[in-house]
């Protein structure tokens, strides 16, 4: 099997979910560890499916919580209790020796991050707290506006039974002031800055400050499927040319445009097609993986973890040779990691 490295999964807001209301979504008491459960992930899921490295997002939505930095810390300390209870089998990553050493010793790798930078409430203090913490990556916004930037979405008024509006980018607003400053402190620290989510110019604001790599780490192709939440082909090429990449987003929804009836299921030819254009507009190393595992409705064709080796083969059949795959399934994303961590 060909290692994995994935970007972006929110099973730890999963399982604090799970751990605070005793039951899963069907109603039904479920498991609410790492090691087994019937999540998207969990570590025998992992194993399964070749794993090398996963990141857990420490995933915060304002909408539902009233301090958004004490949720995201009960989410790390369950991310820690999980590692330290089943460090038999699974390791932290704060830098790039970690990995190798995980690697070296047959462990796999976990690296921290967070999706919704307004945890942080503006705070570069804040920010190296969470450097602190073990915090390697930040997703600069999630689906509302915050001290950094804007998403690109347009979610309606609070109470109102509209669905959010993901047909049309937000070309106008971008990083704010404080924004900027956050990009300078995270390529300082060595942590990884995160544009999934962001508005199209706060995009085209992180591609033009940037010093390092950076990475979209959960978005496809627009031009395959014509979602905001996926890059347009001039945002794929400016990532590339910093060195950055994109990892492969799973959520049905973002492969597939939906038709007026019918709910986008997933498909593996769906997931290849979006990898093709990835390649052909920003070439073979700006591409990765970023499923979104436990994060998104269930991928019919990727169950869960354990299926990725049929992503392999389908990728194969595609017309992907066996050294595109490997960059796809682990080697891009580790190199990324290895520009921007620290040693």
Same mark, same amino acid.
């Given at each position: 099997?060909?290692?994995?490295?994935?970007?972006?999964?929110?099973?730890?807001?999963?399982?604090?979910?799970?751990? #605070?209301? +005793?039951?899963?979504?069907?109603?039904?008491?479920a498991a609410a560890d790492? #090691?087994?459960? #019937?999540?998207?992930?969990?570590?025998?899921?992992?194993?399964?499916?070749? &794993?090398?490295?996963?990141?857990?997002?420490?995933? =915060?939505?304002?909408?539902?919580?009233?301090d958004p930095f004490r949720?995201?810390?009960?989410?790390?300390?369950?991310? &820690?209790?999980?590692?330290?209870?089943?460090?038999?089998?699974?390791?932290?990553?704060?830098?790039?020796?970690?990995?190798?050493?995980?690697?070296?010793? @047959?462990?796999?790798?976990?690296?921290?991050?967070?999706?919704?930078?307004?945890?942080?409430? @503006?705070?570069?203090?804040?920010?190296?707290?969470? &450097?602190?913490? +073990?915090?390697?990556?930040?997703?600069?916004?999630?689906?509302?506006?915050?001290?950094?930037?804007?998403?690109?979405?347009?979610?309606?008024?609070?109470?109102?039974?509209?669905?959010?509006?993901?047909?049309?980018?937000?070309?106008?607003?971008?990083?704010?002031?404080?924004?900027?400053?956050?990009?300078?402190?995270?390529?300082?620290?060595?942590?990884?800055?995160?544009?999934?989510?962001?508005?199209?110019?706060?995009?085209?604001?992180?591609? #033009?400050?940037?010093?390092?790599?950076?990475?979209?780490?959960?978005?496809?192709?627009?031009?395959?499927?014509?979602?905001?939440?996926?890059?347009?082909?001039?945002?794929?090429?400016?990532?590339?040319?910093?060195?950055? =990449?994109? +990892?492969?987003?799973?959520?049905?929804?973002?492969?597939?445009?939906?038709?007026? @009836?019918?709910?986008?299921?997933?498909?593996?030819?769906?997931?290849?097609?979006?990898?093709?254009?990835?390649?052909?507009?920003?070439?073979?190393?700006?591409?990765?993986? @970023?499923?979104?595992?436990?994060?998104?409705?269930?991928?019919?064709?990727?169950?869960?973890?354990?299926?990725?080796?049929?992503?392999?083969?389908?990728?194969?059949?595609?017309?992907?040779?066996?050294?595109?795959?490997?960059?796809?399934?682990?080697?891009?994303?580790?190199?990324? &990691?290895?520009?921007?961590?620290?040693?």
């Amino acid at each position: 099997m060909r290692p994995v490295a994935d970007m972006h999964c929110d099973t730890i807001s999963a399982l604090l979910s799970l751990k #605070r209301s +005793g039951t899963d979504a069907s109603g039904t008491k479920a498991a609410a560890d790492l #090691r087994h459960n #019937r999540l998207h992930i969990d570590l025998e899921k992992l194993k399964k499916g070749g &794993y090398l490295l996963q990141n857990f997002a420490l995933f =915060v939505s304002l909408a539902d919580c009233e301090d958004p930095f004490r949720e995201c810390a009960a989410l790390a300390d369950l991310y &820690y209790e999980e590692l330290e209870r089943n460090q038999d089998l699974i390791r932290p990553v704060l830098t790039w020796t970690d990995l190798e050493k995980n690697r070296a010793e @047959g462990k796999l790798s976990a690296m921290l991050t967070v999706e919704e930078g307004a945890v942080c409430k @503006g705070s570069t203090g804040k920010l190296r707290h969470l &450097y602190r913490l +073990g915090v390697r990556m930040l997703t600069l916004t999630w689906n509302y506006p915050n001290e950094l930037g804007w998403p690109n979405v347009k979610m309606p008024p609070e109470g109102s039974e509209k669905a959010p509006d993901f047909t049309v980018p937000d070309r106008e607003h971008g990083l704010t002031e404080t924004g900027f400053a956050f990009l300078s402190e995270m390529e300082r620290l060595g942590m990884i800055v995160d544009v999934s989510h962001l508005s199209d110019a706060g995009f085209w604001d992180v591609a #033009r400050a940037a010093e390092k790599p950076f990475v979209a780490s959960h978005s496809n192709a627009r031009a395959v499927c014509p979602h905001v939440r996926n890059l347009n082909d001039g945002m794929i090429r400016a990532l590339a040319e910093k060195g950055g =990449v994109t +990892g492969l987003n799973f959520c049905p929804s973002f492969l597939e445009a939906e038709r007026a @009836g019918s709910e986008a299921r997933g498909s593996l030819a769906a997931i290849a097609a979006h990898a093709r254009h990835i390649v052909d507009a920003g070439g073979e190393d700006c591409l990765g993986l @970023g499923s979104d595992f436990d994060g998104i409705p269930t991928n019919e064709a990727l169950p869960d973890a354990s299926f990725l080796p049929a992503l392999a083969d389908a990728l194969t059949e595609a017309g992907f040779t066996g050294r595109q795959i490997d960059k796809i399934f682990s080697e891009n994303v580790l190199r990324v &990691y290895r520009e921007v961590l620290k040693r």
